[in-house]
């Protein structure tokens, strides 16, 4: 049975309310290429919201520079990430979703700063808007 979330709508919906690039990453579980997000480099104050529903996900005193090309944060906002078990391409990694919308946001995985959480949240550029601190 499929998971129900807050945040419901047919493909067609997601279709017409996403560009094909949201689409494909958040709907789809794609990725982006490395080193073309965003927010890759980006170390704005502020929130990181997902892209497909505007629930807050991350803020930014959590990202870090992990050099993975992809932005990275140590911590998520509490309750806001779905964690799914992910089998594909010959890994076993844990994949990352918006708990509201069920939208596909990256992995994470163990290798973060040790100092803090060790967590780093690999989280693709295009699943994610960006609120600055006012």
């Not at 991350?58 to 992809?70: L, P, V």
């Not at 890994?91 to 069920?102: D, K, L, S, W």
């Not at 690999?122 to 601190?133: A, L, M, Q, T, Y």
Request: aromatic share 10%; glycine share 10%.
């Amino acid at each position: 049975m499929d998971k129900k979330y807050s945040i419901e709508k047919s493909e067609a919906e997601w279709k017409a309310q996403l560009s094909d690039e949201e689409y494909r990453i958040l709907r789809k579980k794609g990725t982006e290429y490395p080193h073309t997000g965003k927010y890759n480099i980006h170390a704005e104050d502020g929130t990181y919201h997902c892209k497909a529903c505007n629930a807050k996900l991350f803020e930014s005193q959590n990202k870090f520079d992990s050099g993975c090309g992809w932005p990275s944060f140590d911590q998520a906002v509490e309750g806001a990430i779905e964690y799914i078990r992910d089998h594909t391409h010959g890994m076993v990694r844990t994949e990352t979703v918006c708990a509201n919308c069920g939208g596909h946001l990256g992995h994470v995985f163990n290798d973060g700063p040790q100092e803090t959480t060790g967590q780093r949240y690999c989280i693709n550029s295009v699943s994610i808007g960006f609120d600055p601190k006012k």
